[in-house]
């Protein structure tokens, strides 16, 4: 199993630009979230899903949406970046036996 | 909602020694409480965890203990190497163990 998998690894944008941070899980997990991490800072939930067609708000959902199609796939899409949106994004899966985490996506807003 | 505090922020200790770290919370409806040791440039990894129908669970030389009353649950690592340097977060969840809300992170610096 390659666990979850986020693409790209590292994103530059400029302020107002639109992007989608990929991620994908092959271990059949039915909950999966979006998660920042500021420096100095532990991770702030952003939005999740406890299974495909059903997304919820987290802790610091503005700014950003999600949509749950496929158990596997779970993109966090930023409409009009912001600085205030540069980041660290960790995407997760999981089950009763815990949760796990992707490699994460560093992304600057210029 | 729920605040979860974690002490200390940054901790050096001299390897072959112990380490404590420590985490304090707010909602008395949590009861799935991990740990994680995140590496440079890695996402966090899963470590150990307790659930709230037992005080103590110890995985070789780390251990987690919980005070339910108290609101607190601490990560002790024995025996402490070089390897063991990186930033431990704790956190706090429901029953399904998911929606974490985490602790502000302890980078802990195991020195040889």
């Known amino acids: 199993n390659a666990g979850v998998t986020q693409t790209p690894k590292f994103q530059v944008l400029k302020t107002g630009q639109s992007m989608t941070l990929q991620c994908a899980q092959d271990m059949n997990h039915e909950y999966m979230s979006w998660y920042r991490q500021d420096p100095g800072m532990g991770l702030r939930l952003i939005h999740y899903?406890?299974?495909?067609?059903?997304?919820d708000q987290g802790e610091v959902p503005n700014g950003y949406n999600v949509s749950r199609s496929t158990t596997e796939d779970f993109p966090l899409r930023l409409l009009s970046a912001a600085p205030s949106q540069t980041s660290v994004y960790f995407c997760a899966s999981s089950n009763r036996l815990g949760q796990y985490f992707g490699p994460g996506t560093r992304l600057l807003v210029l | 909602g729920e605040n979860v505090e974690q002490h200390p922020s940054t901790l050096s200790v001299q390897e072959g020694d112990s380490a404590v770290i420590k985490c304090t919370y707010s909602d008395s409806a949590s009861n799935y409480f991990p740990w994680y040791k995140q590496e440079l440039g890695k996402g966090p990894q899963l470590i150990i965890d307790?659930?709230?129908?037992?005080g103590e669970k110890k995985d070789q030389r780390i251990a987690v203990t919980l005070n339910k009353t108290a609101k607190h649950f601490s990560l002790h690592i024995t025996e402490t190497q070089p390897e063991d340097s990186a930033v431990y977060f704790c956190?706090?969840?429901?029953?399904?163990?998911?929606?974490?809300?985490f602790g502000g992170g302890t980078r802990l610096m195991v020195k040889p």
């Open positions: 956190a706090t969840g429901g029953a399904a163990g998911n929606m974490l809300t």
């Open positions: 307790i659930r709230s129908n037992v």
């Open positions: 899903s406890v299974g495909a067609g059903i997304t």
